[in-house]
């Protein structure tokens, strides 16, 4: 089956950016979007379609695909953007999650 | 303003079963695919399951096949989850979730947890 590998966590200093990487067998070819989940929240979609934003996600959450690796990037990163981050791609009539990784704004 | 509101879930012995439902309002319900994705406590997402919006195509993650069955009543705007065979392993927060474009999901519910032990 598909996997999505993403490092386990990544630390930022306040205004500094952050990046995330999403690793996936030609993940390029497939779109790749990103979600926010807080502690006791819901996810929250920040990234779809590899680079786009949803209506009211800052406009310091960026994202790119290709080859066999999508990156999040968080630019001017600040303490409301400390949570967990997961990558997401459709592979064979399946939504696959990646690992997930825990951003800490130090 | 999208609301997915998940009921259902409770504490459940082995081999028992449960039957998930979502209410959604704020949009239109029959247009849109639907999925159930759960959270194991403290891990990470897994999708369950996704239902087309006229239930003509349904897709299973593969430890779930054959023990749990998806689908909606576009005349209630509901969506549910019937859970048979439950396991220790399907212990997680189950949420609702809407299909967003290009493959992403666009709104979340805020979850029912399904707790299977004796």
């Known amino acids: 089956s598909y996997e999505l590998t993403q490092p386990p966590s990544v630390s930022v200093s306040p205004g500094q950016t952050a990046s995330i990487t999403c690793s996936g067998d030609k993940l390029g070819d497939k779109y790749a979007s990103w979600y926010q989940q807080k502690p006791g929240q819901s996810p929250v979609l920040v990234i779809y379609?590899?680079?786009k934003r949803p209506s009211g996600i800052p406009e310091r959450f960026s994202g790119s695909n290709s080859g066999n690796t999508a990156t999040l990037t968080i630019s001017g990163t600040q303490a409301m953007d400390e949570a967990d981050y997961y990558c997401q791609a459709w592979d064979n009539s399946a939504y696959v999650f990646g690992t997930g990784t825990k951003v800490t704004v130090l | 303003e999208v609301r997915l509101v998940e009921s259902g879930g409770g504490l459940v012995r082995p081999g028992g079963s449960l039957r998930l439902s979502c209410a959604a309002s704020?949009?239109?319900?029959?247009?849109?695919?639907m999925n159930w994705v759960r959270q194991a406590p403290g891990k990470g997402l897994e999708w369950v399951s996704s239902i087309i919006t006229s239930n003509t195509y349904i897709y299973y993650v593969d430890s779930v096949k054959g023990r749990f069955t998806i689908s909606r009543d576009n005349a209630k705007n509901s969506l549910y989850l019937q859970m048979n065979s439950l396991r220790a392993e399907d212990t997680a927060l189950y949420y609702c979730a809407r299909v967003g474009y290009y493959d992403s999901i666009d709104y979340w519910g805020q979850g029912t947890l399904v707790t299977v032990s004796s």
């Open positions: 704020g949009f239109t319900f029959s247009s849109y695919s």
């Open positions: 379609q590899d680079t």
